[in-house]
């Protein structure tokens, strides 16, 4: 937070009450200075002297709320003035609340601590609201075109039409459908995970037996593209890490299932296990596939909710861009890390770094 006041004693007698709390506090001489900074860093509250020489403390409060990007920014006024029209000023210039001086510390970290919290809670709020429009973006993008279809083959098959026909036309049907329930599940599971963030059972998991499963897993999946699933061959087991058993196998089915998914028919899929000197505590698990690796902007925003990556799946597969998000918020929750990189021969590999048990 920035404390603004033209007197030196001030700044720090404030600055010393808010470090005892462990705030971060920065410092501003002037209401020139104190826009500077602004500027340089958002502040998450603003304690502001309200007389000063050159720009006041009302100007400067006024200046912040015309500011799209400061607009939000709880403003404290701090003021030795008792007169009920200031403090009105201060308000109707955007102020949150006004303390007079001398400053009693108690009440001053009281209203600090109350602020503070409700921007949190309103950044918070700003953010559930930009996932929800994003949500009901993805929505209407990856329901309204597999509900055309649907509705296009039913009209269809109102009208006479030849066995084969309606034989595509029922396939049709079916593989809109299927992925309308995949982006539903995908959605389902998401929720169920976010209301349950407590319930991650962390203990020693078997990471051979985890691959294994994954491999098994998805071999009807590389049948149907004619490509290959490999796990690269180890002098001896994988060793045990420290995850939740059901958490760790759905993030590597995730990577596994993406890498076929932007893979081309007859491709390979690798899995490797690593472990290094460098990270003795740890251990590497890398997804390579063989598709068209990723762009830079790709990479910038890879797990982010609702990412759409610039590479298709191979074989018209349903994608709704929540796979990776879920992903890292798993691996994190377990204590690990999740990232990516294109390989030299071209692909992606996709890795997870998880504690040793």
């Known amino acids: 937070m920035l404390v603004v006041d033209d007197n030196e004693k001030n700044r720090k007698h404030v600055g010393s009450i808010l470090a005892s709390q462990n705030y971060e506090v920065l410092f501003a001489k002037s209401g020139t200075v104190a826009l500077e900074q602004i500027a340089a860093?958002?502040?998450?509250?603003?304690?502001?002297?309200?007389?000063?020489?050159?720009?006041?403390?009302?100007?400067?409060?006024?200046?912040?709320?015309?500011?799209?990007?400061?607009?939000?920014?709880?403003?404290?006024?701090?003021?030795?003035?008792?007169?009920?029209?200031?403090?009105?000023?201060?308000?109707?210039?955007?102020?949150?609340?006004?303390?007079?001086?001398?400053?009693?510390?108690?009440?001053?970290?009281?209203?600090?601590?109350?602020?503070?919290?409700?921007?949190?809670?309103?950044?918070?709020?700003h953010k559930i609201i930009i996932e929800k429009n994003e949500l009901m973006s993805a929505v209407a993008h990856d329901m309204k075109n597999p509900l055309s279809a649907v509705r296009f083959s039913a009209l269809m098959l109102r009208e006479p039409v030849a066995p084969s026909v309606h034989q595509e036309l029922v396939k049709g049907?079916?593989?809109?459908?299927?992925?309308?329930?995949?982006?539903?599940?995908?959605?389902?599971?998401?929720?169920?995970?976010?209301?349950?963030?407590?319930?991650?059972?962390?203990?020693p998991v078997n990471l051979a037996d985890a691959l294994a499963t994954i491999v098994q897993k998805n071999l009807p999946i590389a049948s149907a593209k004619q490509s290959a699933i490999d796990l690269a061959a180890r002098d001896s087991d994988p060793p045990a890490?420290?995850?939740?058993?059901?958490?760790?196998?759905?993030?590597?089915?995730?990577?596994?299932?993406?890498?076929?998914?932007?893979?081309?028919?007859?491709?390979?899929?690798?899995?490797?296990?690593?472990?290094?000197?460098?990270?003795?505590?740890?251990?590497?698990?890398?997804?390579?596939?063989?598709?068209?690796?990723?762009?830079?902007e790709d990479q910038a925003?890879?797990?982010?909710?609702?990412?759409?990556?610039?590479?298709?799946?191979t074989a018209g597969e349903s994608s709704t861009g929540l796979g990776l998000s879920i992903a890292r918020q798993m691996v994190e929750r377990m204590g690990g890390q999740i990232g990516c990189d294109d390989r030299p021969g071209g692909g992606a590999r996709f890795w997870i770094r998880m504690p040793l048990a």
């Open 41 to 125: 860093r958002v502040p998450d509250l603003v304690l502001l002297d309200l007389v000063m020489p050159g720009m006041d403390g009302l100007e400067v409060c006024k200046r912040l709320k015309a500011n799209p990007q400061t607009v939000e920014v709880p403003v404290i006024f701090l003021t030795a003035a008792q007169d009920t029209e200031v403090a009105v000023m201060a308000l109707e210039q955007g102020a949150v609340d006004f303390i007079n001086k001398p400053f009693h510390g108690p009440e001053l970290l009281a209203r600090v601590r109350t602020h503070v919290e409700l921007k949190r809670t309103r950044d918070e709020l």
């Open 301 to 313: 925003h890879l797990f982010e909710p609702y990412m759409r990556l610039s590479a298709k799946p």
């Open 241 to 296: 890490v420290l995850a939740d058993y059901h958490g760790l196998c759905q993030v590597l089915d995730n990577l596994v299932s993406n890498a076929f998914k932007f893979s081309p028919p007859g491709s390979c899929v690798r899995i490797a296990v690593e472990e290094t000197e460098a990270d003795p505590a740890h251990v590497l698990v890398s997804v390579s596939d063989e598709g068209p690796g990723l762009s830079a």
């Open 173 to 203: 049907m079916v593989e809109a459908c299927d992925g309308m329930l995949a982006f539903i599940q995908d959605r389902l599971e998401r929720n169920a995970r976010e209301s349950h963030g407590g319930e991650l059972k962390i203990q």
